[in-house]
T-cell receptor, first 114, second 115 residues
């Protein structure tokens, strides 16, 4: 157990639907990063939150949004889902923001859009 | 922008063979470099890291040296085991502005070790 908890582990939904993925960071970690892993694009950075505030955006679609709550857990909302959104979604947490902080990954949520 | 290029897989080796997975990077600043490993059905685990030039990261028999002059961070292991079969990702972390240090990953190299 890495200490980063992601739920659910698997999700199957239909096109056009909306889902919410949840991530609880390792105890004490203030930063949460979301990544998408697909066969064609590899691992892509989506978005980062630090202590409740958005810090950086990567290749995140406008249909996707995220937030980090006061208890530091984070949710990634995916709406108007398309077949191409099928992927593994990982979150990672880190104690701070600098290069010397480690990143701990959760085991991911596998999203299948049918 | 930042990018990481690693050798395409899959790589198939016999047990006890020598492993090298090449990784080169492009970064605008002074990145930290990482190797992550992903076992089937699991998340990414940090294998080793190096935070400045000439640093050597090592763990579980794996090693990689941060070479600034060749912008490389090649992963090596002297004698692989069947249990090393996994996908290996090279990654860098750099200041992308606003204090964010997200990871930029290579595409991954799948390693299969046969008895």
């Amino acid at each position: 157990d890495s200490g980063v908890t992601q739920t659910p582990k698997h999700l199957i939904t239909a096109t056009g639907q909306r889902v919410t993925l949840r991530c609880s960071p390792r105890s004490g970690d203030l930063s949460v990063y979301w990544y998408q892993q697909s066969l064609d694009q590899g691992l892509q950075f989506l978005i980062q939150y630090y202590n409740g505030e958005e810090r950086a955006k990567g290749n995140i679609l406008e249909r996707f949004s995220a937030q980090q709550f006061p208890d530091l857990h984070s949710e990634l909302n995916l709406s108007s889902l398309e077949l191409g959104d099928s992927a593994l979604y990982f979150c990672a947490s880190s104690a701070g923001q600098g290069n010397n902080y480690g990143y701990t990954f959760g085991s991911g949520t596998r999203l299948t859009v049918v | 922008g930042n990018s990481v290029t690693q050798m395409e897989g899959p790589v198939t080796l016999s047990e006890e063979a020598f492993l090298t997975i090449n990784c080169t990077y492009t970064a605008t600043g002074y990145p930290s470099l990482f190797w992550y490993v992903q076992y089937p059905g699991e998340g990414l685990q940090l294998l080793l890291k190096a935070t400045k030039a000439d640093d050597k990261g090592s763990n579980k028999g794996f090693e990689a040296t941060y070479r600034k002059e060749t912008t490389s961070f090649h992963l090596e292991k002297g004698s692989v085991q069947v249990s090393d079969s996994a996908v290996y990702f090279c990654a860098l972390s750099d200041n992308s502005g606003a204090g964010s240090y997200q990871l930029t990953f290579g595409k991954g190299t799948k390693l299969s070790v046969i008895p």
